[in-house]
């Protein structure tokens, strides 16, 4: 595991040992918990939510041995008298200060409430953001180099409707396209407008379900024979599907006012005075 090749990544941290919870360890006195395992592999991982008891044996272990290296390291620190050096202390209250403004931030943003109408009246003034544009489910035939044989395919084709159709388009999709989709028969699946080249997309979009282009449509890759086997039309998400993501947004954004509009009534009643920085001559 990444996380636990350098024992100095959660060592830095400065997050102080837990005494409750299950013991993983105890060193000279300290407790070495769970909590403490979770704690190493939250910061070592931010962005790969693990937990301690999805970890293999091995790793436990691992971690097990860093988080105990940790503590005595602590010790030899302290023993070597560290906490009194002035590159400690200048550490400690720029770490003291970040922590302070983080929790006062967090309470800030737990402060920050947004009801119900307000995300609603949201959602209703700003609609087309929530619109899902239609959608054709096709199925193509790709012949790329033989014009007339794609017209040969669509005059075999013109006749049927209906199941009939689509089985035989499946047939020869599996038979004669040169694309990859042939062994599918042709299935492109559900997709959007603008999602295919141009001339592909334009003539997709022209269809009615359950027919064919009555010319091959040229296109980069040759020449298509395209079947609409569904379309959904556009629609509008409901409320319910996005109103959670629309509360966190909105909480966001009136959580940044509050900082912008705090930091200058904060700034106007204090004394601020701007220095220069001069540049050393050469």
């Given at each position: 595991?990444?996380?636990?090749?350098?024992?100095?990544?959660?060592?830095?941290?400065?997050?102080?040992?837990?005494?409750?919870?299950?013991?993983?360890?105890?060193?000279?006195?300290?407790?070495?918990?769970?909590?403490?395992?979770?704690?190493?592999?939250?910061?070592?991982?931010?962005?790969?939510?693990?937990?301690?008891?999805?970890?293999?044996?091995?790793?436990?272990?691992?971690?097990?041995?860093?988080?105990?290296?940790?503590?005595?390291?602590?010790?030899?620190?302290?023993?070597?008298?560290v906490e009194k050096d002035e590159?400690?202390?200048?550490?400690?209250?720029?770490?003291?200060?970040?922590?302070?403004?983080?929790?006062?931030?967090?309470?800030?943003?737990?402060?920050?409430?947004?009801?119900?109408?307000?995300?609603?009246?949201?959602?209703?003034?700003?609609?087309?953001?929530?619109?899902?544009?239609?959608?054709?489910?096709?199925?193509?035939?790709?012949?790329?180099?033989?014009?007339?044989?794609?017209?040969?395919?669509?005059?075999?084709?013109?006749?049927?409707?209906?199941?009939?159709?689509?089985?035989?388009?499946?047939?020869?999709?599996?038979?004669?396209?040169?694309?990859?989709?042939?062994?599918?028969?042709?299935?492109?699946?559900?997709?959007?407008?603008?999602?295919?080249?141009?001339?592909?997309?334009?003539?997709?979009?022209?269809?009615?379900?359950?027919?064919?282009?009555?010319?091959?449509?040229?296109?980069?890759?040759?020449?298509?024979?395209?079947?609409?086997?569904?379309?959904?039309?556009?629609?509008?998400?409901?409320?319910?599907?996005?109103?959670?993501?629309?509360?966190?947004?909105?909480?966001?954004?009136?959580?940044?006012?509050?900082?912008?509009?705090?930091?200058?009534?904060?700034?106007?009643?204090?004394?601020?005075?701007?220095?220069?920085?001069?540049?050393?001559?050469?």
């Open positions: 595991m990444k996380m636990i090749k350098n024992t100095l990544l959660v060592l830095a941290l400065g997050t102080g040992l837990a005494h409750a919870g299950d013991v993983l360890a105890t060193v000279n006195g300290t407790n070495v918990t769970v909590e403490d395992a979770e704690r190493f592999i939250r910061a070592a991982n931010p962005q790969q939510p693990m937990t301690y008891s999805t970890l293999s044996e091995k790793d436990k272990k691992t971690i097990t041995d860093r988080l105990v290296e940790r503590v005595l390291f602590i010790e030899a620190a302290k023993k070597a008298e590159a400690y202390q200048k550490a400690l209250k720029i770490a003291k200060d970040e922590l302070l403004i983080n929790q006062w931030m967090k309470k800030q943003y737990e402060a920050t409430v947004v009801s119900e109408s307000e995300a609603k009246e949201f959602y209703e003034k700003n609609s087309a953001q929530f619109q899902k544009p239609a959608q054709v489910k096709a199925r193509h035939i790709l012949l790329k180099k033989d014009e007339e044989g794609a017209k040969k395919i669509i005059t075999e084709l013109k006749a049927l409707k209906g199941d009939a159709l689509k089985e035989k388009f499946i047939a020869l999709a599996k038979e004669k396209s040169e694309g990859p989709s042939g062994p599918k028969g042709g299935d492109l699946g559900f997709f959007g407008p603008k999602q295919m080249v141009p001339a592909f997309d334009k003539a997709v979009f022209a269809l009615e379900k359950g027919t064919i282009t009555t010319e091959p449509v040229k296109t980069q890759f040759g020449y298509h024979v395209i079947y609409l086997e569904d379309k959904k039309d556009a629609s509008t998400v409901p409320y319910e599907q996005v109103k959670a993501q629309i509360i966190q947004n909105l909480k966001q954004t009136q959580f940044r006012e509050m900082l912008e509009k705090s930091a200058k009534e904060l700034r106007s009643k204090a004394t601020v005075t701007m220095e220069e920085v001069k540049k050393k001559s050469k």
